[in-house]
C-alpha cells in the first residue's frame, strides 16, 4: 500500500528540489518565472497551494505550516471570497511570526481559481466540498503536483473512475498522495492493524462500524442567494456536492473495514430513510443508514450511521475475527482481546500525536527527501466507492453489487463550471427536492 | 473608591449572613425548572465572612447532557418557563449558540442522565449566560474559592468526609471503580451541602473572579477544572487538587481556529453552575469571553 521508494543516500536538498521541480509538468517551467517554479539557490521552499478555504482547508494549511519549516502557502482558492478573506486572516493571525505567510499569498476566487492556484504550487491541498474533488485531482495530478486531499474523494461513479484514473498517473509520476481518512495515520489504528497482519485474532469474519451520532450544520437559505450559492453553502444536505452522510462522514469507519480486511466489500443491501432531519433545510440526505457489506472473503460487516439527536451516540469499528475480537476508536482505543476475555493488545495513545498534523508530517517529510511513499488515493477511492455502494442500496432497498455499481456510471452532474451553470438538483415548488425512497428509486440515483 | 468597595461588600457579607438561619425561607435550596423533567437541583450554601466567600446556590449534580442540549439545540428557547421571570431580562436570541460537533462528543459513554464533557470553559460559561436570559436570575461558574468552599462543606480534610482514601469510593467515581467511563450523576454519597461528584466522575471548570486585579485578560490556556475525574487517582480529587487545561484538550480538532464550543481530547471535563445570592451588578463581567484557538 505505501511503498517506500528509497533514494540514492547522497542527494542533497538541492537535488531535492530539482527533482519536484522536475516532476512538476513542463508548463510550469513555461509560463512560470524561475523564482516561482524552483529555488535554484539552494533553499528549500516548499509551496503549497490550498483549493477550499472553509475550517478544514484552513486547518490543513497549517498543519503543512506545521509540518516543515519551509513550507510557504503560495495561493489560495475558493469559490466564495468571504470564506478565503477569513482563511488568510485566520492563517496569518495563527503563524503570524511563520515564513511560511511572508509573501502574501495570491487569491484566486472562482470555480476555475484552483487551476491557477495550483499552477503555482509544488503541492496541492485539496478540501473544498468532495463534488469537486476529482476535478480537482485530475488537475493537480496532470501538472505534477503532491497532494493532499481530503476525504471522500468523490460523490458519484464516475468520480471515482476519475479519481482511480488519476491515481494511476500519480503513481506513474511517484507523486506523493496522502488522503485525510487520519485514522489510518493515527498510531493506535496503526499498531492494531500490525497486529491483525500477525494473525492475533486470526481472520476477520465480521464487524460492525458504527457513525451514529446528532448531526451537523445545517446553513440556512439567505434572501439575496442563488440556488447555486444557496446549495454550495448549504452543500452538506446536497448529494451531488456532500454524497450523503454515509459517504461525507461515515467513510471514515467504513474504510476501516476495508483496510483491516484488505480489500473491499462485492456486495451491499440496506435500508435507510429521513425520520427526523427532514426540513427544507435538510436537501435530499437521508437521517439513517444500515447496510451489511459482503466481503469476497466472506466476511460480513454491518455498517450503521446515524444523524438523529438524542438517539444513541456511538463512533467506533469493532471486528470479529477466528481467535478474538478488536475493538477500535478516533479516541485512540484499540482493544484485541481473545474470546476468553484475555486482553491481547491495549493502546495507550495519551502521547500519540494528533493524526491531522502526523499525515501533514508524513507527506511532507516524504516531499522533504524526495521520497514517493504514498498513494492513498485508490484506497480512498475504494473507501468512498464502498460509502457509494451503501447509498445505493438504501436508497433503492436492493442488493447492489460492486460491479453493477462500478458499471452504473452514475453521475451526479458534479461538473459545475460557473454560476450561471444550473444546479444538478432543483426543489419543487413547495421547496423540497428530490429525496430517495426505497422500493421506487433505482439505485442509479 | 476601592475602600467603599471593600466596605460595601463587607455590608453585604453581614447582609448575607442574616440568611444563614435555616428557618428563613429566603435562602433555600429549589429546583430550576428547565423543561418537562428536565431540572436543576440549586443548593443553598451559606456563605462565610471569615473564608471571604459570599453565600450562593449550587447545581446539587453536574450538568447533563439532557440539560446541556436544550441550550446546544436551542429548543426550549421561547417555552413557557413553569415558574416565575427573575429580575433579569436579557434577549435570549442575542446568546451565540454552541456548534453542533461533527463527533460525537460523549465518546460513546452514554448521555441520558451522565454528565456533559469536551465543553469548553467557554461553552460552559455561555449555557450560564443561556440559562440567565431563560430564567431571569444571574447563573455563572463557581470561582475557585467557591467551588473548594462548597466541596469542603466545612471539612478541613483532604476530601470532604476525612482524609481516607479507601473511603472515596462510596462518594467518588475515580480511576479505581468507574470502569474507565463516566457515571450517571448523583449515585455515590452527597457532601455536607447535598452536592453530589464533587470528587471525581467528571472535573468541573471554574471561572477566576472578574472583580479581582488581573483577571480580565487571562490567556486561554491554563485555565483551571477542580475535583478530579473517572480518568484520576484518589490524589487528584482532593478538595484541594487542580487540574490544568491545555492546547492538547483540542488535539483532534482538525480545523482552525479550533472550537470556541468543544474541546476533542477533555472526555474527563465538565460542569456545574452556581447562581450568588446577591447578582452582582456588572454580571456580564463574570460569563467567560471567547478567544480565538489556534492551537498554541
Known sequence: ?445 | MIRFNLLSVFILVLTCLSFFDPTENKFTSYDIQLSGPDSIQMQSIPGSAHEGVDSFWMSAHEITWDLYEHFLFRDIDYAPLNQEFGPLSMDIDAISSATTPYVDMSFGMGKDGYPVINVTQYAASTFCRWLTAKTGHFYRLPTDDEWEFACRAGSESKYCFGNSARELKEYAWFTNNANQKYQPVGLKKPNRYGLYDMHGNVAEWVVDDPTKPNKQKLPLYPRTVRGGSWKDDSKSLTCSARTLSSKEWKKHDPQLPKSLWWHTDAPFVGFRIVRPYQAPENYEDWWVKPIKDFGF
Open chain 1, 1 to 445: 500500500m505505501k511503498k517506500l521508494v528509497p533514494q540514492p543516500e547522497d542527494q542533497t536538498r538541492r537535488d531535492f528540489v530539482k527533482k519536484v521541480a522536475v516532476a512538476s509538468s513542463g508548463i510550469m517551467f513555461s509560463s512560470l518565472p524561475l523564482s516561482a517554479a524552483v529555488s535554484i539557490d539552494g533553499t528549500d521552499e516548499i509551496k503549497v497551494a490550498l483549493i477550499g478555504c472553509g475550517g478544514r482547508g484552513t486547518g490543513a494549511a497549517s498543519q503543512a505550516i506545521n509540518a516543515d519549516p519551509g513550507v510557504r502557502i503560495v495561493a489560495v482558492a475558493d469559490v466564495f471570497e468571504d470564506r478565503l478573506t477569513s482563511c488568510l486572516n485566520t492563517l496569518s493571525e495563527a503563524h503570524a511570526n511563520s515564513a511560511a505567510l511572508k509573501t502574501k499569498p495570491q487569491s484566486f476566487i472562482g470555480f476555475d481559481a484552483y487551476r491557477k492556484a495550483i499552477d503555482l504550487a509544488d503541492v496541492a491541498i485539496l478540501t473544498t466540498p468532495p463534488g469537486f474533488r476529482p476535478a480537482h485531482f485530475e488537475y493537480a495530478v496532470e501538472k505534477g503536483k503532491q497532494v493532499f486531499m481530503e476525504k471522500p474523494v468523490a460523490t458519484d461513479v464516475v468520480g471515482i473512475k476519475q479519481i482511480l484514473k488519476a491515481a494511476k498517473v500519480a503513481k506513474q509520476k511517484k507523486l506523493n498522495v496522502v488522503v485525510g481518512l487520519q485514522r489510518r495515520y493515527q498510531k493506535s489504528y496503526v499498531e492494531v492493524e500490525k497486529l491483525l497482519r500477525k494473525g492475533k485474532v486470526g481472520d476477520i469474519i465480521g464487524g460492525q462500524v458504527y457513525w451514529n451520532s446528532d448531526g451537523v450544520w445545517v446553513n440556512e437559505r439567505q434572501p439575496d442567494q442563488t440556488e447555486l450559492e444557496y446549495q454550495m453553502r448549504n452543500w452538506y444536505y446536497f448529494n451531488w456536492l456532500c454524497g450523503d452522510h454515509i459517504l461525507e462522514q461515515h467513510i471514515h469507519n467504513i474504510d476501516i473495514a476495508n483496510w483491516f480486511i484488505g480489500t473491499h466489500p462485492v456486495l451491499a443491501q440496506g435500508m435507510g430513510g429521513r425520520e427526523v432531519r427532514n426540513g427544507k433545510d435538510h436537501g435530499q440526505i437521508f437521517d439513517h443508514h444500515f447496510v451489511e457489506f459482503e466481503y469476497p472473503t466472506g466476511a460480513i460487516i454491518s455498517s450503521q450511521c446515524r444523524h438523529q439527536p438524542g438517539c444513541l451516540s456511538r463512533v467506533d469499528e469493532r471486528f470479529q475475527g477466528t481467535k478474538g475480537n478488536v475493538i477500535v476508536d478516533s479516541s485512540s482505543k484499540g482493544i484485541m482481546k481473545n474470546y476468553k476475555g484475555k486482553v491481547i493488545y491495549q493502546h495507550n495513545g495519551s502521547s500519540d500525536v494528533n493524526p491531522y498534523q502526523q499525515e501533514h508530517n508524513e507527506l511532507f517529510d516524504a516531499i522533504r527527501k524526495g521520497e514517493f511513499r504514498y498513494q492513498d488515493a485508490e484506497n480512498a477511492a475504494h473507501s468512498s466507492m464502498t460509502s457509494i455502494l451503501g447509498r445505493m442500496a438504501t436508497y433503492s432497498g436492493q442488493a447492489i453489487t460492486w460491479d453493477e455499481a462500478m458499471n452504473s456510471d452514475l453521475d451526479l452532474g458534479t461538473n459545475v463550471t460557473s454560476w450561471d451553470d444550473p444546479p444538478p438538483v432543483l426543489p419543487d415548488t413547495m421547496g423540497q427536492y428530490p429525496i430517495a425512497k426505497p422500493g421506487k428509486t433505482s439505485f442509479l440515483s
